[in-house]
């Protein structure tokens, strides 16, 4: 099944509570961590995650676009995120992070910018829940999609399959109903949409919308059943 992850880059940040409503039906929300380091923009940090698990249902899906991810992603778990996602460009030690994280009680996840390849990041794969494969360069919202991107995706989803396992491959960046089943039928299942969402007269049709095209490109693609 098809996964719409809602980010909240291109929500109103003063109404974060309204806004995960707005998506209601959506399977996660995409929370942007950027720390003006990693990436050339500030978000949001700890206490605001806090607050939104508190107020919304629906889980958490952490994006951290930071430095030092090692120090800080466990503290994410603890503040209510269900998956947590780090950039394994800024980790020092991804296996015990990820190791970490899910000994926390999270869902790990590994990012890749749009420069990084996947293959000597193979072996990581087991200690994985989720592979991000960043369609945008990450730090900002409302970009085009990157089209060159999409051998990585199929590469990823090679590696996934030859391995038996089970993780999920989520996109980000650009994915709106223009570029999803492209990204779906090179084999992610998991999409992240920010203004293609947040711009849409009703959000939460926009969210059913992309899940539609994004499971009928994959109908028949033999790991599209796995959740
Ligand atoms: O990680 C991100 C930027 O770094 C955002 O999640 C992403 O860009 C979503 O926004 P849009 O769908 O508008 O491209």
Known sequence: MAQINPSILSADFARLADEAEAVRGADWLHVDVMDN??????TLGVPVVESLARATDTPLDCHLMIEQPDRWAP????????SVTFHVEAAAAPVRLAR???AKGARAS???RPATPIEPYEDLLPELDMVLIMTVEPGFG??????IMLPKIRRTRELISKHGLGLWLQVDGGVAASTIE???EAGADVFVAGS???SADDPAEAVRALRARAEAA????????RH
């Open 100 to 102: 970490e994280i899910r």
């Open 182 to 184: 492209r990204c779906a």
């Open 37 to 42: 380091h990693f990436v050339p923009n500030l």
């Open 142 to 147: 409302g970009q085009a999609f990157l089209d």
């Open 196 to 198: 293609a969402v947040y």
């Open 110 to 112: 590994m990012a890749l």
């Open 218 to 225: 994959t109908a028949t693609a033999p790991w599209a059943c």
């Open 75 to 82: 503290q994410y778990v603890e503040a209510g995120a269900g």
